[in-house]
């Protein structure tokens, strides 16, 4: 393979996705000295950027997620990391001269790479009950940090019951006058400080066993039906806003049919960050794994670098 002539435009690897898990790809790729692009979307954006502290990534206790992106970012750039803000739309296998190729294609622009990593993250599931879709911006939010400062004084409910719920119905305590938790089982998932703080906060009621089934309201969110699934009585809760937070689904339609996923969407990876497909690598809250958090994002990232690295080493027969 080592008289493989590789056009001067094609990337080693092209990542999709600026969160911790693309941006560290990134820098381990750069520093590399790999051919690397990095698109990090243009409407789009990392999931850590929407909470307002982080107190979980060693070393920098008390970050924001905005601040936290900006580090990684500045820390890629400055070993040559290239990023644009497009949005990718398709991914495409191709073939120049025997060379085996990925096509991907953004709102402007489309770029060739040898590989790919696939960081693009997920995002909030939906309720999927009436009344949801229309309030969205009305009142139905999916972050507590972005939207809370609208509910100075006001009520709120907060649907779910994993760290990223209970967080985000703390933050919002800072601002509104009530904040009901409302959780489909009677105990909560979230780590146990954040359990602890959330019981002791008098601003936090729980309403246990029950789902939403309406969000209500014209112009606004007046209130929610709620359904007791041990009663199976209904109820009104009036509430000027509601912040879902009741799992996420993965940004993996791009390698729809390309790459092997599980049930829910998730790309299958090895320990590696090999996907099915030789030549394309996955990292971050888009992979079948069990934590879901910036620390194990940044560690895949390194993973897939590597693992792109190595695969890209190989194909042009400069393996060490
Ligand atoms: C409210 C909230 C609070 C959180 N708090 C914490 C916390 O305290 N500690 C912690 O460790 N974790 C926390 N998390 C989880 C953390 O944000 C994620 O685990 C982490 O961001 C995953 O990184 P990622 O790179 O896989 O994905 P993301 O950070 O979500 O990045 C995905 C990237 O892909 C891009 N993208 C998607 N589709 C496309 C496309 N088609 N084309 C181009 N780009 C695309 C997006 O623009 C984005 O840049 C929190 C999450 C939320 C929502």
Not at 90 to 116: I, P
Not at 133 to 140: F, M, P, Y
Not at 225 to 244: A, C, H, Q, T, Y
Request: with cysteine; aromatic share 8%.
């Amino acid at each position: 393979m080592a008289d493989l002539t590789i056009p001067e435009n094609v990337y080693d690897v092209i990542i999709i996705g600026g969160g911790p898990g693309g941006l560290t790809a990134g820098l381990y790729a750069s520093r590399a000295s790999m051919k690397v692009l990095l698109v990090e979307g243009s409407y789009t954006v990392s999931q850590i950027t929407l909470t307002d502290m982080i107190e979980n990534y060693p070393g920098l206790p008390g970050i924001t997620g905005f601040e936290l992106i900006d580090r990684f970012k500045k820390q890629a750039l400055s070993f040559g990391l290239e990023i644009k803000a497009e949005q990718v739309s398709s991914l495409q296998k191709a073939e120049r001269g025997g060379v085996s190729l990925w096509m991907v294609s953004t709102d402007t622009t489309q770029y060739e790479a040898l590989s790919v990593i696939i960081s693009t993250g997920a995002e909030w599931r939906h309720l999927g009950v009436p009344g949801e879709d229309r309030l969205i911006g009305q009142g139905v939010s999916f972050c507590a940090t972005c939207d809370a400062p609208f509910y100075r004084n006001r009520d709120v409910a907060v649907v779910g019951g994993g760290d990223t719920a209970v967080q985000e119905a703390l933050y919002l305590t800072k601002f509104a006058d009530s904040v009901r938790l409302i959780h489909r089982r009677d105990r909560l998932r979230a780590t146990g400080i954040l359990q602890e703080r959330a019981f002791a906060n008098e601003k936090i009621t729980f309403i246990w066993d029950s789902v939403v089934e309406e969000i209500l309201g014209d112009n606004g969110v007046t209130g929610l039906r709620i359904r007791n699934l041990k009663s199976n009585d209904m109820k009104e809760l009036p509430v000027d806003g509601v912040f879902l937070f009741i799992g996420l689904l993965p940004n993996t339609k791009l390698v729809d049919g390309l790459v092997s996923r599980d049930d829910d969407g998730y790309i299958i990876v090895d320990s590696e960050m090999r996907s099915s497909a030789e030549s394309v690598f996955a990292c971050g809250d888009c992979i079948r794994k069990s934590l879901r958090q910036v620390v194990t994002a940044c560690g895949d990232g390194a993973v897939a670098a590597d693992s792109a690295g190595l695969y890209v080493d190989k194909l042009k027969g400069q393996e060490y």
